[in-house]
């Protein structure tokens, strides 16, 4: 099963960027379908984002549309979030997540999650 690990998370103010990284271990990270997910205090983990393994095709959450990007660089075995004019309402926990198998923005059907960076979003 492969590890993964995020970083890059912090503190900005609202209308800032931050970009987050998922660095994969154990296994190469081009055999999986990768994902971006987010929770909050009191609220359900949700999706953010997702690739296939080749970066051709990528999903997107309504609220983020536009101002996130997913990329992965199975070279480095790194995927990453890019974001972009953050609001306060993108505060959370990241989690990156890996799965065998089709595109799914279900979080029950991934197999490994990293243990999560915080994003901290200020007014």
């Known amino acids: 099963q492969v590890q993964l690990g995020e970083s890059g998370g912090g503190l900005v103010q609202a209308g800032d960027s931050l970009r987050l990284s998922c660095a994969a271990s154990g296994r190469p990270l081009s055999v999986y379908y990768m994902g971006w997910f987010r929770q909050a205090p009191g609220k359900e983990r949700e999706f953010v984002a997702g690739?296939?393994?080749?970066?051709?095709?990528?999903l997107y959450a309504d609220s983020v549309k536009g101002r996130f990007t997913i990329a992965r660089d199975n070279a480095k075995n790194t995927m990453y979030l890019h974001m972009n004019s953050l609001k306060t309402e993108d505060a959370a926990v990241y989690y990156c997540?890996?799965?065998?198998?089709?595109?799914?923005?279900?979080?029950?059907?991934?197999?490994?999650w990293g243990q999560g960076t915080q994003v901290s979003v200020s007014s």
């Open positions: 690739v296939t393994w080749n970066g051709d095709s990528t």
């Open positions: 997540a890996a799965r065998l198998g089709s595109p799914t923005t279900n979080w029950y059907h991934y197999n490994s």
